[in-house]
């Protein structure tokens, strides 16, 4: 991805009532945090690594307003767009983290629901599958991050990506719950992302996968 610098990116950032500065000051009292937002405890709180410019998590936001939604991405530049967006409605069940995926047990403690991965970095070279946010490191810190069973939903137009993420999965005791290979020619339930809506202008299949790990076998 070309990043392109943002100027005064920070300071937009902190002006935002849609940004954590300090997210590890809540790690633990998520649903806190947001009950102090929407006046009862949220349902459920799920988290995207890689929210990129948000229109995922602001649209999950809209449609399922009983259920809080946590976006992380390692690049102020790019988040900046997601709370500019988040900031044309009025959502109180959205947040925003800037927060390299390495460091996310220092911000949630067995308190998310739904890990969502969209159509994330595939770094498609073998010697860099460690990098892969579905490679076994990143799989151990996930499991601290849970509430109850671990369960991970993943999209990406990268076959690489996808083929190494099932074979990860289910070697790391995960279910496949749900598998597809065309997501956007299925009945499966579906919330684009900005990547996802161009790739779809392209005619570029879409690859699916609902992944999960009961609590027992973390």
Request: net charge positive; hydrophobic share 40%.
């Amino acid at each position: 991805m070309r990043l392109r610098n943002v100027k005064n990116a920070r300071e937009k950032l902190l002006s935002s009532p849609y940004f954590i500065e300090n997210p590890m000051e809540y790690k633990g009292t998520w649903k806190h945090y947001f009950q102090g937002k929407v006046d009862e405890l949220p349902s459920k709180i799920c988290v995207e690594i890689g929210c990129g410019k948000g229109q995922f998590l602001v649209s999950m936001a809209q449609k399922y307003p009983d259920v809080c939604f946590i976006g992380i991405e390692k690049y102020e530049s790019v988040l900046v767009r997601a709370v500019e967006l988040a900031s044309n409605f009025s959502l109180s069940n959205l947040c925003f983290l800037a927060l390299d995926a390495k460091e996310i047990t220092n911000v949630f403690a067995s308190e998310i629901d739904t890990l969502y991965l969209n159509f994330s970095d595939p770094w498609p070279k073998a010697r860099h599958a460690k990098r892969r946010l579905t490679s076994f490191s990143f799989l151990k810190l996930y499991d601290e991050i849970f509430a109850g069973d671990a369960k991970i939903i993943q999209k990406t137009d990268n076959l690489i990506l996808f083929a190494s993420s099932l074979e990860n999965y289910s070697q790391y005791g995960y279910v496949l719950q749900t598998v597809c290979m065309d997501l956007h020619h299925s009945s499966i339930p579906n919330v684009m992302s900005e990547y996802e809506m161009r790739f779809s202008k392209l005619g570029e299949k879409i690859n699916y996968v609902e992944a999960i790990k009961k609590k027992s076998e973390k």
